[in-house]
């Protein structure tokens, strides 16, 4: 039988081993006969009260075919177990929805849970009888799921997950952090004073930005100073950088006899060299968090390998940032010491406002999302643990029959109303963000962003992990009160029916005796 998330193939098995511990105490102390003797006494005094013109001995017949024929129903459903539908923990099994990240997902047995569940739940039972009417409410609800999420999971890119993993990269190496300051400091800053103290723009530089835009020169892998041999192909290092060999026609001030194993390359070497470059140690770094640069080409399809690895050297600066040089001191700023002094505060209270607003929908969506989707597993297994003691404890009503079943389902269904808030999250961040394949949504995705919409995209989908759940169960409720309004209707009327069998047949026995009189 398949589950819909890790957790729920371990508290499956506790929540029916609990209930099979419950079952047999009442029957070790009787309790689970008691039912029928109240309903059988009950009966009996109706009967009583009624008399003969109430139906009689007819109605009493009639009602105890009912209540109790009713009540051997829901006790052998609902509460006696049978080997038939008994539960495997090997037998359980979770498949995690295909996505562009993962289409082919590993599944989860209680054998191999692809969690650390398996150490943390080892005593779990290896089997449990379930009784055969929960058994059967199980498997359509967990069949019914999984095919709305089969039928829906068409086009789903998971860009939260691709979020997720550029949030927990970072940074541990060191020596990868000091020479990120290092190369801020030697290369960038001198390569953008250059550039803004230029007359003229080279065209190397002006087809960089035209094609990067004018943002590219605003971090340190900046297209344009790479592009320009007279910025970053005509600085170098200031000191010997680890990776680089010693070039005499380049390193001409260094003497190799002191020992000197190490060269000083160009900012443009020391950037783009395919192993031992810094972008190439920076996105390997970064990258590794969750195979992040595998998925990222596996989304971003049609984004180049250049692209994809940019991205990745950004995530990384912003994981390491290097020390910054007041812009004044480069760029020049020729406002009043007046408009500067009313313009600062406001500024940093926009960009305040802004960031913390950002901050708290991203610190707040993903604790709740974690937190409902592990609830559900719990409440499942509560309902699994209790609903034996009360069906018994309803003297094996048949409304309990039904609203325990409409209860089982609808709780498993709210995986696919996560799984529906996933997808539509998935095609709003496309459409809020267009050009999925662009640069935009790349750096959208790896980096802290406290814009509007990205506040917007974290509130709607907390929303949604939350709304859409409560809304289904509220639809669910009004089902469940009329299916068992019905249920109850019938069986009043079917007890009816031999109320006025039994009145009918008293009057012509009653007409019979007084006509032989």
Known sequence: MGVDSYLEIFMTMYGWTFASIITRALADTGLLILPFLFLLVQAMLDAHQHGAEGGGVTWLIRRLEVILGTALFVFVTCVQTTPLTSLSKLGLHYAPPASAIDPAPTMATGADPQSTYGTAFADAADAANVPAWWFTVMTISTGISASVRAGISTGTRDFRQIEELAHIASIEDVRLRSEIQRFYSECYVPARSRYLRAESVSPETNAALSTYGKADVDWIGSHAFRSDPSLYGNLFAKAEVPGFAYDPSRDTDVDPSFGAVNGRPSCKEWWETTNSGLRARMVDQVGRAGQLRTKLVSVFTRASSDDVDDTLARLAVSKAPPGYIDPEHVVGDERGFKDKAFGLPSSLAGAAGTAWKGFEASATMNPLINFVTMVQPLILMGLYMFLPIITVFSGYSMQVFVLGGLAIFTVKFWSVMWFIA??????????????????????????????????????LLMGMYIGLPLLWTSMMAWAGFNLSGGLARMMTDAIDVAKNAGKTGAEMGKKVVTKGR
Do not use: C, F, Q
């Open 422 to 459: 996933r997808w539509t999250d998935d095609h709003l961040i496309e459409a809020m963000y267009p050009g999925s394949d662009g640069n935009v949504l790349l750096e959208a995705l790896t980096t802290w962003d406290a814009s509007e919409k990205r506040i917007v995209l974290n509130v």
